[in-house]
T-cell receptor, first 112, second 117 residues
Framework: SQKIEQNSEALNIQEGKTATLTCNYT??????LQWYRQDPGRGPVFLLL?????KEKRKERLKVTFDTTLKQSLFHITASQPADSATYLC???????????FGSGTRLLVRP | DTAVSQTPKYLVTQMGNDKSIKCEQN?????MYWYKQDSKKFLKIMFS???????INETVPNRFSPKSPDKAHLNLHINSLELGDSAVYFC????????????????FGPGTRLTVL
């Protein structure tokens, strides 16, 4: 069956460390993968997109990798801050489709 | 100057009632979506309209009916509400017009928390 999996346990790290979140998928061949941030009581906000032919993408303190062989994306936040605490969702999209398929998200807690 | 807005933010109602949620986007986007986020935080697509045409219709009970009067608005009407309909409903929009349109990000509204008693 088709699945997108993110670690359901919260990731708890110390301020200043690098947070690494994982997104694994099975039985999909996505054209690209997106990462979103969701704060409590709010809608998801787009962060980064990486295409199937890209290995890595960076934006300020954020870095995303995409390994289509392993069927995995890693999302890194370097020099993490308490303000980075939120739930992070990955989403994949197939070619020629409007549909985004979301993982259930991983909650990140950054301790001061 | 809100990009994607939804009303109401909270909706508490009895089982069996009919209710509507409204969504508007002022981004000039062509495509709008309705998602349902359950208590386990799974965000699942329900419907999508592109220029007022229905393009995604997931396996959703036919008690749910989307309506798009124009490309800036996508409303969701729910008949005969059931306990299991309790969730947060998000509206979203995306551009989907350029040749790279398939890669476009989605902009989400603030959500409508529906509670069915």
């Amino acid at each position: 069956s088709q699945k997108i999996e993110q670690n359901s346990e919260a990731l708890n790290i110390q301020e200043g460390k690098t947070a690494t979140l994982t997104c694994n998928y099975t039985n999909y061949s996505p054209a690209y993968l997106q990462w979103y941030r969701q704060d409590p009581g709010r809608g998801p906000v787009f962060l980064l997109l990486i295409r199937e032919n890209e290995k890595e993408k960076r934006k300020e303190r954020l870095k995303v990798t995409f390994d289509t062989t392993l069927k995995q994306s890693l999302f890194h936040i370097t020099a993490s801050q308490p303000a980075d605490s939120a739930t992070y969702l990955c989403a994949i999209r197939m070619d020629s489709s409007y549909k985004l398929i979301f993982g259930s998200g991983t909650r990140l807690l950054v301790r001061p | 100057d809100t990009a994607v807005s939804q009303t109401p933010k909270y909706l508490v109602t009895q089982m069996g009632n009919d209710k509507s949620i409204k969504c508007e986007q002022n981004l000039g986007h062509d495509t709008m979506y309705w998602y349902k986020q359950d208590s386990k935080k799974f965000l699942k697509i329900m419907f999508s309209y592109n220029n007022k045409e229905l393009i995604i219709n997931e396996t959703v009970p036919n008690r749910f009916s989307p309506k798009s009067p124009d490309k800036a608005h996508l409303n969701l009407h729910i008949n005969s509400l059931e306990l299991g309909d309790s969730a947060v409903y998000f509206c979203a929009s995306s551009q989907d017009r350029t040749s790279g349109a398939l890669y476009n990000e989605q902009f989400f509204g603030p959500g409508t928390r529906l509670t069915v008693l």
